[in-house]
Nanobody, 122 residues
Framework: QVQLVESGGGLVQAGGSLRLSCAASGRTFSGYAVAWFRQSPGKEREFVAA?????HYADSVKGRFTFSRDDAQMTVYLQMNSLKPDDTAVYYC??????????????????WGQGTQVTVSS
C-alpha cells in the first residue's frame, strides 16, 4: 500500500508560480509510476505529467510545469510556472506499481492523494 499526501495548492494570479508536493508513505517510489492529474468542475480528470521511466507532460503544460522526484524523501513535486486561469483545478498525485504506456489514463493508477486546489485568477 502507498499513501499519498498532497500540499502546496493555493490562490495565485496569472503568471505566478506554485510548487505542489506529494509525499508518499508505506513504500518508496522506486519502481513506481507516479503522475499528476487535475480536474475542474464539470470536466474529466486530465493528465498533467508522469514519471514512467522518463518524464511525460501534457501538451498544455509543456515548458511551464516541471515534474521532479526525490526518492530519498519519497516525495514528488510539480513546479508550476506561468500559471494561467485555465490551470485552475484540483490537482491530484497518483501512483501504481507498474509502468505502462497508458500512463495518461487515470484508471491505470491504484493510489491517489486527496487533491489540492489550485486557483489562478486573471
Amino acid at each position: 500500500q502507498v499513501q499519498l499526501v498532497e500540499s502546496g495548492g493555493g490562490l495565485v494570479q496569472a503568471g505566478g508560480s506554485l510548487r505542489l508536493s506529494c509525499a508518499a508513505s508505506g513504500r518508496t517510489f522506486s519502481g513506481y509510476a507516479v503522475a499528476w492529474f487535475r480536474q475542474s468542475p464539470g470536466k474529466e480528470r486530465e493528465f498533467v505529467a508522469a514519471f514512467v521511466g522518463r518524464i511525460h507532460y501534457a501538451d498544455s503544460v509543456k515548458g511551464r510545469f516541471t515534474f521532479s522526484r526525490d526518492d530519498a524523501q519519497m516525495t514528488v513535486y510539480l513546479q508550476m510556472n506561468s500559471l494561467k486561469p485555465d490551470d485552475t483545478a484540483v490537482y491530484y498525485c497518483a501512483a501504481h506499481h507498474y509502468y505502462s504506456d497508458s500512463y495518461y489514463l487515470a484508471a491505470r493508477y491504484d493510489y491517489w492523494g486527496q487533491g489540492t486546489q489550485v486557483t489562478v485568477s486573471s
